[in-house]
């Protein structure tokens, strides 16, 4: 059974932080790519960053680099909860939004694509977390 699970949102006021999880169980983790996507009500649905798979490295849009740090933390376990971490530091009120995590199969610097192009494809998606930025 796959799934993708997020827990963290919230309501935090502008210049605060939160950090959102995105629980991966049932496949074999170190080989996809993790993303951290976000909507906000009227909007189309965009990247916020991505760790590939295995060791492979972050990417993070414009918009929230140096802000947001994401991790993933791999207990080697297929059935053993695995997650991706999203620190976000700073937030701003546009940061706001319902936030999902997605994963894709990839053996290549999958994340910088996604970062950069709109409307790639995951191959699973949680459920979403909403994120509130308001005083």
């Known amino acids: 059974q796959l799934r993708l699970v997020e827990s963290g949102g919230g309501l935090v006021q502008p210049g605060g932080s939160l950090t959102l999880s995105c629980e991966v169980r049932?496949?074999?983790?170190?080989?996809?790519?993790i993303g951290w996507f976000r909507q906000a009500s009227g909007k189309e649905r965009e990247a916020v960053s991505c760790?590939?798979?295995?060791?492979?490295?972050?990417?993070?849009?414009?918009?929230v680099k140096g802000r947001f740090t994401i991790s993933r933390n791999a207990t080697g376990n297929t059935n053993t909860k695995n997650t991706v971490n999203l620190v976000m530091n700073n937030l701003k009120p546009d940061d706001a939004g319902t936030y999902v995590c997605?994963?894709?199969?990839?053996?290549?610097?999958?994340?910088?694509?996604?970062?950069?192009?709109?409307?790639?494809?995951?191959?699973?998606w949680g459920t979403g977390a909403l994120v509130t930025v308001s005083s």
């Open positions: 049932g496949f074999d983790f170190a080989s996809y790519a």
């Open positions: 760790v590939n798979s295995g060791d492979g490295g972050p990417a993070y849009a414009i918009s």
């Open positions: 997605g994963a894709k199969r990839a053996t290549f610097d999958l994340c910088s694509v996604v970062v950069a192009v709109r409307g790639i494809k995951m191959d699973y």
